[in-house]
């Protein structure tokens, strides 16, 4: 047993240890997020398409309100502050929740939904490129997969990976969710990976690629009936699939967003309705088991649907809904080294 001499040293020890460990903290506090621009000069929105390409930021369509058609605009800027308008009316019409990607040195846009609530609402499954953000060619009329809007897609292993997403938006059902994987090696001629991934039918959902694995996590259904998880899944073939993680730290969420990020998964922001809240958080993983909430002093308010990117070697979050809907920037940068 200690003594109580050693007992006291040993206290003091620990306390010593604990205040220089605060001291460390406080001279070397997280970097803050920064804001970018206030108002950027494309109209609030959220549920835009978005994408790096050519050394620039690109946001197009959205959403304004469900009781209009969505817009149809392009913007780009080389700095997230500066935007040029490149279209007005891009001839998809359909860009309300698209799926977007770059790939083959294209800019794609994929799915999405046209309408709101009003009548004449659908989902789609056209697809299209662009090199320019203007001059758009319709590459598909129609996909393999469905109509379906809210999909996840990313480039793996030299191919386009199309997962899950819902049929019908505001009016489907739990039938109308998928959790299918489709893949292309040429962005518009596709094949059914697997009909059945094994996570649960999902749409709002966001998928990654890291370490040469893929990705799916969170999201749900919005309505007739909500739901949402915070599970995490990986596969190494796009067909096989294994749950790594049944319940991340962070909440259930839909309408979030994702990037990789200095070797780490990142997940930002999202709205959920256990507790009825739009998150405002950022949270990081290597591997999607260990996740740990990154919080510096300042950041942005809490959204859902809003864009992210990864350019210039930051992190940029723009637009969204608080509410209201907004059209703000903001970027953090993290050393080499953090």
């Not at 040293?9 to 306390?15: A, C, E, Q, S, V």
């Not at 997969?145 to 819902?166: D, H, N």
């Not at 969170?218 to 067909?239: F, L, M, Q, S």
């Amino acid at each position: 047993m200690l003594s109580k001499m050693n007992k006291r040293n040993y206290l003091l020890t620990i306390l010593f240890l604990s205040l220089l460990v605060n001291d460390l903290k406080a001279q070397n506090p997280l970097p803050n997020w920064e804001k970018v621009s206030e108002k950027a000069d494309w109209q609030a929105r959220d549920s835009q398409g978005e994408m790096v390409y050519k050394d620039k930021l690109w946001i197009l369509g959205g959403w304004f309100d469900s009781h209009h058609a969505p817009p149809r605009d392009v913007w780009s800027s080389p700095n997230g502050k500066d935007w040029d308008k490149v279209a007005s009316n891009a001839p998809w019409i359909h860009s309300d929740l698209p799926m977007t990607v770059v790939y083959d040195d294209k800019m794609w846009v994929m799915g999405g939904w046209y309408n709101g609530r009003l009548e004449g609402h659908s989902a789609s499954n056209s697809i299209w490129s662009s090199t320019n953000g203007k001059d758009w060619e319709l590459e598909k009329k129609a996909a393999s997969w469905t109509p379906r809007i809210a999909s996840t897609v990313v480039e793996f292993k030299g191919k386009l990976w199309l997962m899950g997403g819902i049929e019908n938006y505001y009016f489907g059902d739990q039938k109308s969710l998928k959790n299918d994987v489709w893949v292309s090696g040429n962005g518009k001629d596709w094949e059914l990976a697997t009909a059945d991934a094994g996570w649960s039918p999902r749409a709002y959902h966001q998928s990654a690629v890291l370490d040469g694995k893929m990705y799916v996590f969170g999201g749900g259904n919005y309505t007739p009936e909500y739901h949402a998880k915070n599970d995490v899944w990986v596969t190494e073939d796009g067909i096989n699939w294994e749950q790594v993680t049944e319940a991340a730290p962070w909440n259930e969420r839909i309408w979030f967003s994702s990037v990789v990020y200095r070797d780490c998964i990142w997940i930002m922001g999202s709205w959920s309705n256990n507790p009825y809240k739009n998150w405002g958080d950022a949270w990081y993983s290597r591997d999607g088991i260990n996740w740990i909430e990154y919080k510096p002093k300042i950041s942005w308010p809490g959204r859902h649907e809003h864009s992210a990117f990864v350019f210039q070697d930051k992190i940029f979050v723009a637009g969204g809904m608080l509410p209201p809907l907004v059209n703000d920037v903001w970027s953090l940068y993290l050393p080499e080294d953090w």
